[in-house]
């Protein structure tokens, strides 16, 4: 049966190009390359549709639509998703989307650096191996501006866990280099896959910049949050009471580690403090963490009373993730998630230094952020969750 459908297909794109000519030629690649991705879906899943094997590692999970640009105009993949704890990508794509990944990056990054759009063309058709003109280049900053506001504003659902954290870039208000907090919100949905959920990039003060963030992703559709993970950012909790109350909070544990650093009287004392403060954290349950958190303050009562004040006050709210199954922990208990986020960024804007505007900012990091969110929402499970 199965070499009779992929037999079908070809005779259907060999049929195209007998009725159009070159012009059934880009229908004639879909069709070949659908069926391809289906062949090598079935070879990684180890199991052809609807069959039982014990061999099989995964299970076919429907499509996903990709539009890849190729000499022959736009082409419409339909890409197989796969679901379970295996990890798929069709190769027939892998060029194809590096090559719109590149022509992505490199007109937002034109936008930043000022480049004149005949000079980004030759990079362009170097990248892509495509013939585009400056004209060309143009519209596509254009349309390009229009899809990631879309993909900005796109409907969320419900998600499980919810990451937030904030860096900070150069821009240039009114001939003045301020610094402007961009936003990133990572969400873990109901089958342990990560998704980036949104960014935004204001001078706003901390506080209403938040709140205001939080509240879009909630008119955006999020709901049935059970756990949220950040650093103790400037205004986030007063933000996450007034938006998402009675939902659990983890303060990220390695920040809290080098936060406590600030209370040690001594240079010498550090070390210790700081295996002190990671023995709390590793805990076998919430019991044992709290007994070890109250031996750790006395220990430092008399010699820095400060900190074991401060360990008193701050390290609780790192204690939350005890709550979560224990396969969980250890990918809750901090914001290091979001930490190749962060080095990608970093990456793209130390080459700028410094933005022209807020816009500019949020431009970029807007492109880096989908194309790494693509590939989570279709690579491998990010939690293993239980049914």
Sequence with gaps: MTHQNENSQNNTAVQ????????????????????AMKIERSHVLQAQPHERTEKRQGYANGFKGKTVST???????????????????????????????????????????????????AVLEQLCGLEISSTQVSQATAEMDLELAKWRNRPLGQFKYLIVDARYEKVRIDGTVRSCAVLIALGVDAKGQRVVLGVSAKLSEAEIHWRDFLGSLQERGLHGLEFIVSDHHAGLRA???????????????????????????????????????????????????????????????ESAPKLAQWIEANAPEALTVFNLPETHRKKLRTTNSLERLNKEIKRRTRVATLFPNEKSLER??????????????????YLTMKN
């Design 16 to 35: 195209h190009i007998l009725d159009n000519g070159l012009d059934g030629i880009g229908e004639a690649i879909r069709l070949v390359i659908d069926q």
């Design 364 to 381: 970029l990091v807007t492109a880096l952020l989908s194309e790494i969110s693509d590939e989570w929402e279709t690579g491998k499970t």
């Design 71 to 121: 000499r022959m105009g736009d082409i419409r993949f339909s890409v197989p998703q796969v679901r379970g704890d295996v990890d798929f990508y069709p190769s027939a794509l892998e060029k194809g989307l590096r090559s719109e990944r590149a022509l992505k990056l490199a007109i937002a990054e034109m936008y930043v650096q000022g480049v004149s759009t005949r000079k980004v063309t």
């Design 239 to 301: 933000a996450l009471a007034a938006r998402l109350p009675g939902i659990p909070w983890q303060r990220c544990q390695f920040h809290l580690q080098q936060n406590a650093m600030a209370h040690v009287p001594k240079v010498h004392m550090r070390e210790e403090v700081a295996a002190d403060i990671r023995a709390i954290f590793h805990a076998a349950d919430l019991a044992e963490a709290q007994r070890r958190l109250q031996s750790v303050a006395q220990k430092y009562r």
